[in-house]
């Protein structure tokens, strides 16, 4: 504790001031809406509001009756772990890659970059458009060398379609923290045990990847946050939550039953499961995998 | 210096202003919100212009909110937040939330009486007013543009597969025959569907005369339950079921996604919406007919009528006494026959009134462009309590439902009856949801 520098302010208020705007932004943007969506999940409305009745855990209870929304806990822990786990993999893989380029590697730099700045619905209808099964690109492709892809009626190809499109438009903000962090690792500790004799193999998994780490944790918590709450748009625009309800990922049917069917209080209440499920993941994730990782 | 040099000028602005607001205030501006696009959001724009032409107490402004569901949700807000505009365009699957939602909504009837004008309810076609009248009687919303479900097909397809073209497949039995004939033929997609649960479902129970939902279809109250699983019902999707098994049934996804495959000439049969004559018209490049949906000839009362889709105009509580003077002028405006036969000619959407409908017939029209008065055909018929309409709480989530389980029957996944049974199991629970949300009101 005493070798630990701590800065002592010596008036009392000035910390507090420090940290208003920072306070505010949190409360105004999380804490704020996190409480009204509570609230809601408590209560049932009209549309317009006009009537608003307290029906207390009824909200919740229907959710638990709803056979169809525990299916959506499958398939958004499908969706999650083939999103976060692809996407981290192939980003790493590029990221070791453009750690080597020597040559134009501010433009090939640049072309991972961009995907980031699409938006999600955008994403979905661009793999939309290349999967169509009618005018789709890519699935003409695919059926003049024999593959019968069918994105509408088969929930594996819908499945592979929004994990493609969530994958790629995530890619290039897993890419930037990889690449730095490759960039991060002292060069004299790779040409040491080159001397040593590993091969790139060797030293990418000795030496490289465990400095990772702590990257790599990062990213794993924002992939599953992003997987489990920023994929709707994708979602809304490639298959609709089908073919029957095989891609209706929980944060999409949120979307749904709020946005498009005006359910607030239903949608309140999915919205504080959701809420639930992602506390609980980023705690165990901060317990347990957080031992694993060398700062 | 300059700082009184700036003064003088922002003065002078402040004056000027204020003198453009004094002669605006001369002119009561009211918010049209609607989801017309394309050719449609030139329709809308210019009834609009045309109205403020014909005088000068009152300017119309359309503006376009996005799609039915966004603008819907935008009113929802704007209403919350207490800048709702006068008039709002809202499709017919959210006619049970806007019924429901008292308080919100000013009656149609109500403003026009008020406003001193004639309101007849019985002038529209039976099948359009009747959807848009409370149980007690009371017109609520203003019919705009309504639609009705329509098969279309493609001749030069059937011509090459050496079917005859004089006359369309009237029946499920004929329709059959002709994919069989296509398919044979090596067409690849014979027959595709488009707003599945509207056409195959919805419009298919009132066109062979049998409830979708109890209590009327829901005409009659709240507490309507979906019965959509009768050996009727599990017959035809069955049938359907085979024909995408055979390869003669293609489905192309949801809402009107099946379209693009008909105009592009993929798909040889449709059945969707009379509103999407105007694009096969404009894009297709081959001959097409449009002819009646298809029934079950041994079902008695088949066919009676389809039913009504497209959106009609609501008018929304809260707003100063002379703007609805000015709704009330504006929708006297666009009552008059001659507009609605007008809008009926360029649009393709339904002569709302029986006037205009005959107003359009004398025109030679119809005799000009074969096929469009299939709707209108549809539609004028009497109606039974059985066909009226279909008025569904939560409608929105239970159409995603019926999407939902018909895709498992395509994809082979479930037989028509479980799907129907889970259909009707799971949007009952979402009308129980309604009627209690909506009738604890006082």
């Known amino acids: ?295 | 210096m300059t700082l009184t040099a700036l003064n003088l000028r922002l003065l002078g602005l402040g004056l000027l202003t204020s003198l453009c607001s004094l002669q605006a205030q001369a002119e009561i501006e009211i918010q049209w919100w609607h989801s017309m696009t394309a050719v449609n959001n030139e329709w809308v724009n210019d009834l609009a212009k045309n109205f403020n032409a014909t005088q000068k107490d009152y300017k119309i402004v359309p503006v376009y909110k996005g799609a039915y569901d966004e603008s819907m949700t935008a009113a929802v807000a704007a209403y919350r937040a207490g800048n709702a505009p006068a008039i709002l365009q809202v499709f017919e699957v959210g006619t049970a939330t806007m019924m429901a939602s008292k308080g919100v909504v000013m009656p149609v009837g109500q403003i026009m009486k008020d406003a001193g004008y004639k309101f007849d309810p019985s002038v529209y076609v039976p099948a359009v007013a009747g959807y848009y009248t409370a149980p007690n009687g009371q017109m609520l919303s203003f019919p705009f543009n309504s639609s009705t479900t329509v098969f279309y097909f493609n001749k030069d397809a059937f011509k090459a597969a050496g079917i005859s073209t004089d006359k369309a497949p009237a029946t499920w039995p004929e329709v059959a025959l002709a994919a069989a004939k296509l398919k044979a033929n090596g067409h690849k997609c014979p027959l595709t569907i488009a707003w599945q649960g509207w056409t195959q479902l919805e419009s298919f129970s009132s066109w062979h005369n049998v409830e979708l939902a109890t209590q009327g279809n829901g005409m009659r109250g709240l507490n309507t339950r979906l019965v959509s699983n009768t050996p009727l019902h599990v017959r035809h999707i069955e049938n359907l079921g085979n024909m995408a098994k055979q390869g003669l049934f293609v489905y192309k996804g949801r809402a009107n996604s099946a379209e693009g495959s008909f105009v592009s000439g993929e798909c040889a049969m449709i059945t969707t919406s009379s509103g999407f004559y105007g694009n096969v018209a404009k894009n297709a490049k081959f001959g097409f007919g449009v002819s009646t949906l298809p029934y079950y000839p041994d079902v008695p009362g088949a066919p009676q009528n389809t039913v009504i889709g497209g959106a009609s105009l609501w008018v929304l509580s809260g707003k100063k006494p002379e703007e609805y003077k000015g709704v009330a002028a504006f929708f006297n405006y666009l009552s008059n026959a001659q507009v609605q036969s007008e809008s009926h000619k360029r649009t393709g959407y339904l002569p709302i009134t029986l006037e205009a409908y005959k107003l359009t017939e004398a025109s030679g029209f119809y005799k000009d462009h074969p096929g469009t008065d299939t709707a209108v055909n549809q539609m004028i018929r009497k109606t039974t309590d059985k066909s009226r309409g279909i008025r569904l709480g939560n409608y929105v989530q239970i159409r995603s439902i019926e999407d939902e389980e018909l895709e498992q029957v395509w994809a082979g996944k479930l037989s028509a009856k479980e799907a129907l049974d889970n259909i009707v199991q799971r949007g009952n629970v979402l009308l129980e949801r309604f009627e209690k949300a909506n009738s604890a009101k006082p």
């Open chain 1, 1 to 295: 504790m005493s070798s630990e520098k701590r800065v002592v302010f010596r008036a009392t208020w000035l910390p507090w001031l420090l940290i208003a705007p920072q306070a505010a932004v949190v409360a105004v943007f999380f804490f704020w809406p996190a409480g009204q969506a509570l609230l809601q999940s408590l209560q049932q409305s009209d549309a317009f509001g006009t009537s608003v009745e307290w029906v207390g855990l009824e909200n919740f209870q229907h959710l638990w009756n709803d056979a169809s929304y525990w299916a959506s806990f499958q398939t958004t822990a499908v969706f999650s772990v083939l999103v976060a786990g692809l996407g981290l993999s192939i980003s790493l893989c590029l990221a070791y890659f453009a750690d080597r380029v020597v040559r134009g590697t501010s433009i090939y730099r640049t072309l991972l970059i961009w995907p980031y700045a699409v938006a999600p619905a955008v994403a979905g209808v661009v793999w939309l458009f290349l999967f169509s099964p009618s005018i789709g690109v890519v699935a003409y492709g695919l059926h003049h060398i024999g593959f019968e892809w069918d994105s509408l009626l088969n929930s594996h190809h819908a499945m592979a379609l929004i994990v493609m499109a969530a994958v790629w438009k995530q890619l290039s903000y897993n890419f930037l923290f990889f690449l730095a962090g490759f960039q991060s690792i002292p060069k004299s500790l790779i040409e040491a045990a080159a001397i040593d004799g590993a091969g790139p193999w060797r030293r990418f998994w000795t030496i490289q990847f465990p400095l990772l780490s702590p990257t790599s944790f990062f990213l794993l918590i924002t992939n599953i946050t992003y997987a489990f709450f920023d994929t709707f748009g994708i979602v809304d625009a490639a298959t609709k939550g089908g073919p029957g309800k095989d891609t209706a990922i929980m944060v999409y049917k949120v979307y749904f039953d709020g946005f498009k069917a005006m359910d607030l209080g239903g949608s309140a209440a999915q919205s504080v499961v959701l809420m639930a499920i992602v506390i609980v993941l980023t705690v165990v994730q901060f317990r347990f995998v957080e031992k694993k990782v060398n700062y």
